[in-house]
T-cell receptor
């Protein structure tokens, strides 16, 4: 257990429905990242936050995806009008950043999304 | 739980032997590298990291080697144990300061009893 938690662990939804996932990072970590992982592949970067500010979004993050970190603590990732291609493991990671050094990212257990 | 990496390259080693897992990274300017271990149904777990100003770093039973000339990373696991069976990913951090990792395709390690 890395200290990063994600809920739910599994989500099955029908195409066209909206889903929301939550990530609770390690409490003193100011950076939070979302990745997507499909079977047989390494995780792919989606977006990241420093405190409450969303600083970068990947081209993988279509308009149907939105992420928030309203108070600089937990984060949510919402997918609207889900498609079968959204089926994947959604991973959250957090890290601590200081002026002259960045620290390793710690990953949560992931949320497995299946769109039927 | 579900399987991670159904069609990944596989390395099979006998319990007690040493394992070497290799990775080619993409960006010659990447300045930070990490090895992660991922078991089925779990998120990646940090193993060891190395910065680009180093060639070698040792941890407990693990060593990472970095060859910047050929953009190659390796992870050496000493005295491999059944609990080491998992998929191993290398990740690189390209320069730009964001630390959004780029992951390699992964290698499945199978430890034979």
């Amino acid at each position: 257990d890395t200290g990063v938690s994600q809920n739910p662990r599994h989500k099955i939804t029908k195409r066209g429905q909206n889903v929301t996932f939550r990530c609770d990072p390690i409490s003193e970590h100011n950076r939070l990242y979302w990745y997507r992982q499909t079977l047989g592949q390494g995780p792919e970067f989606l977006t990241y936050f420093q405190n409450e500010a969303q600083l970068e979004k990947s081209r993988l993050l279509s308009d149907r995806f939105s992420a928030e970190r309203p108070k600089g603590s937990f984060s949510t990732l919402e997918i609207q009008r889900t498609e079968q291609g959204d089926s994947a493991m959604y991973l959250c990671a957090s890290s601590r950043v200081q002026t002259s050094r960045n620290y390793e990212q710690y990953f949560g257990p992931g949320t497995r999304l299946t769109v039927t | 739980g579900e399987s991670v990496g159904l069609h990944l390259p596989t390395l099979s080693v006998q319990e007690g032997d040493n394992s070497i897992i290799n990775c080619a990274y993409s960006n010659s300017a990447s300045d930070y590298f990490i090895w992660y271990k991922q078991e089925s149904g779990k998120g990646p777990q940090f193993i060891i990291d190395i910065r680009s100003n180093m060639d070698k770093r040792q941890g407990q039973r693990v060593t990472v080697l970095l060859n910047k000339t050929v953009k190659h990373l390796s992870l050496q696991i000493a005295a491999t144990q059944p609990g080491d069976s998992a998929v191993y990913f290398c990740a690189e951090n390209p320069p730009a300061g964001t630390y959004k990792y780029i992951f390699g395709t992964g290698t499945r390690l199978k430890v034979l009893a």
